[in-house]
């Protein structure tokens, strides 16, 4: 890995998780996008003295190595390169049948939108990536430069929820082909009005970035599958929590835990302090859906 990187990622609410998820001091515990390590390496701090286990995964080698190195000093910590829709086989592999907790944080990590050539990010210009799991075949260049006019408006509208998406897509068509990041943006910019590109809160190309960042990594149908399963491998009092950053993964993980009759909902929602979104600007828009195993 020889990106350039200074930043390090801040875990957003992170007492939060700590106080609602950590209920059993000896218990397993794993961290289904383990990132940089910071709510794992919390975690673990928080149960070694008692025994307790972390398992962290993610699907980003690149992320892995940072988060090895952050977490090389804890020894009930073990990491694992998997992506959180094969936590089955996973533990199948380990000789786990129940955990205790398991937190799914779907935000970008810092590494991700601030190391050179990801792509994430519409601050830098770099080509067009976008892939959690350097692995994976479709890359957002591809999305860019292949998708039919119709299909990006979709993704760029359902993902985005954008309300220009088809002026957005039908620039992109036309600005064809497009290799990178400020390449992108540029054809953003020609498809809005003049008062959007400078009256939105947010970068006007926020919107169709998230789009096709989703796409790229079939996160809505990640997390889906994910909540499906994701019950069925809690002990009874086991709890999972689920951080999100936009309408759409929260939807989601809120009508699953509403319909899973094995779960109570643990509260409402919760959301970061003032302090805290003073401290890490990215978390203001985050959101912590928590809920506990009851019956099987």
Not at 19 to 29: H, S
Not at 113 to 139: C, I, V, W, Y
Not at 264 to 292: M, T, Y
Request: proline letters at 4%.
């Amino acid at each position: 890995m020889n990106r350039t990187y200074e930043e390090r990622h801040i875990p957003v609410l992170l007492n939060e998780v700590l106080d609602l998820l950590v209920w059993k001091p000896d218990g397993v515990y794993v961290d289904c996008t383990v990132g940089e390590g910071g709510h794992t390496r919390a975690i673990a701090e928080r149960i070694g003295a008692y025994g307790g286990r972390i398992i962290g995964i993610d699907v980003d080698s690149e992320v892995l190595e940072i988060a090895e190195k952050n977490l090389a000093s804890y020894p009930n910590v073990q990491l694992f390169k998997f992506s959180y829709t094969e936590l089955p086989v996973l533990l199948k592999l380990l000789q786990i049948d129940k955990v205790d907790g398991l937190l799914l944080d779907l935000g970008v990590s810092t590494y991700q939108l601030k190391a050179e050539g990801r792509g994430f990010s519409f601050n830098q210009d770099e080509p067009l990536d976008m892939r959690m799991d350097l692995e994976s075949h479709l890359t957002a260049y591809q999305v860019v430069n292949t998708y039919p006019e119709d299909k990006l408006a979709e993704i760029i509208f359902r993902y985005g929820e954008e309300r220009f998406a088809r002026r957005i897509a039908r620039s992109i068509v036309q600005s064809r082909p497009i290799h990178t990041t400020r390449e992108l943006v540029e054809a953003i910019k020609k498809a809005l009005p003049y008062r959007e590109i400078h009256s939105r809160k947010r970068h006007f190309a926020t919107k169709t970035f998230q789009a096709i960042r989703i796409e790229v990594n079939r996160e809505l149908e990640n997390i889906s599958k994910f909540l499906q399963f994701a019950p069925d491998y809690l002990s009874l009092g086991g709890r999972i929590a689920v951080i999100s950053f936009h309408s759409l993964e929260d939807r989601l993980v809120k009508t699953a835990f509403k319909d899973d009759s094995r779960l109570r909902i643990v509260g409402d929602f919760f959301q970061p302090s003032n302090l805290e979104i003073a401290e890490n600007p990215r978390a203001r828009s985050a959101k912590l859906r928590v809920a506990e195993k009851v019956t099987d």
